[in-house]
C-alpha cells in the first residue's frame, strides 16, 4: 500500500533587508521624498538646521538610540524645535525620543511618516517640520527614507504541499502583507527571492 505524505513548511522571506536586529547606535542618511518622486538628501547647515532642495550643505547623518531619539554626525541631539516644530540639532538638546526606521527605510516619528517642507526663502532651500507652518502656503508634506537601520523585515507566509510520486510539488506561495503606512515613498529594495521549493520526501512502501 502506497502513503501519501502531506508536507507543511514554515517559509520566512526577509524584506528590503534580512532580520535586522538593530544595535544602537545606527546611523543612516536621510532622503525626502514628496508626491512627485524624490526631493534629494537631507541636507545639514553648520547650525544644526535640517534642510533639502538646498545646494551646498553637507548630507546629514544621524544615528538612531534605542530610544528612537536622534544625534547628528557632531553629536548634537534633534529635536522639534518649539513652537514650529522645525527638526533641528542642536548642542547640548536632549533627542527627542520615538523616532522608528521601518522595513522599507520609511522613518516615523511616534507612528507619524509625514512630514511638511516649508521655504526658507534662502537659495531654494527648505525646512523640514512635524507640522505644516500657518499662514504659509509654500509649506508641502514630504516623507523621509533612511538609507540604513530598517528594522522589523520579516514577511513569514505558510507553504503547503502534497506530496506523491506522480504530482510535483506546488511553487511555493508568499502572502505580502499589505504596506504598513498609507503613503509610503518607493522601497529603495527590491523584495528578497522566493525560498527554495520544498522536495517531496520518497514514498514509503507498506504491506
Known amino acids: 500500500m502506497k502513503m501519501k505524505s502531506n508536507l507543511a513548511l514554515l517559509a520566512f522571506a526577509a524584506g528590503s533587508r ?3 536586529s538593530r544595535q544602537a ?3 543612516f542618511g536621510l532622503t525626502a521624498y514628496t508626491y512627485d518622486g524624490p526631493a534629494g538628501a537631507v541636507g545639514q547647515l553648520s547650525d544644526g538646521q535640517n534642510r533639502i532642495g538646498q545646494e551646498g550643505p553637507p548630507e546629514g547623518s544621524y544615528c538612531i538610540d534605542s530610544n528612537g531619539g536622534l544625534t547628528d554626525g557632531e ?3 534633534c529635536i522639534w524645535t518649539p513652537p514650529t516644530t522645525q527638526f533641528q540639532c542642536d548642542v547640548g538638546a536632549k533627542p527627542d525620543a520615538g523616532f522608528e526606521v521601518g522595513c522599507n527605510g520609511t522613518v516615523s516619528y511616534k507612528g507619524e511618516t509625514t512630514f511638511y517642507a516649508c521655504d526658507t526663502g534662502d537659495n531654494g532651500g527648505k525646512n523640514i ?3 505644516p507652518l500657518k499662514g504659509e502656503p509654500t509649506c508641502q508634506p514630504i516623507w523621509l527614507v533612511a538609507d540604513d537601520c530598517m528594522t522589523n523585515c520579516v514577511l ?3 507553504i503547503t504541499a502534497d506530496c506523491t510520486t506522480s504530482s510535483p510539488v506546488p ?3 508568499i502572502s505580502v502583507p499589505p504596506p504598513k503606512y498609507s503613503m509610503p515613498p518607493p522601497p529603495k529594495h527590491s523584495l528578497p527571492p522566493q525560498p527554495p521549493k520544498a522536495e517531496c520526501p520518497g514514498v514509503l512502501e507498506g504491506n
Do not use: D, K, N, W
Open 75 to 77: 553629536g548634537r541631539g
Open 129 to 131: 517640520y512635524s507640522e
Open 171 to 173: 511553487p511555493a506561495r
Open 156 to 158: 513569514t507566509s505558510t
Open 18 to 20: 534580512a532580520l535586522v
Open 25 to 27: 547606535p545606527c546611523c
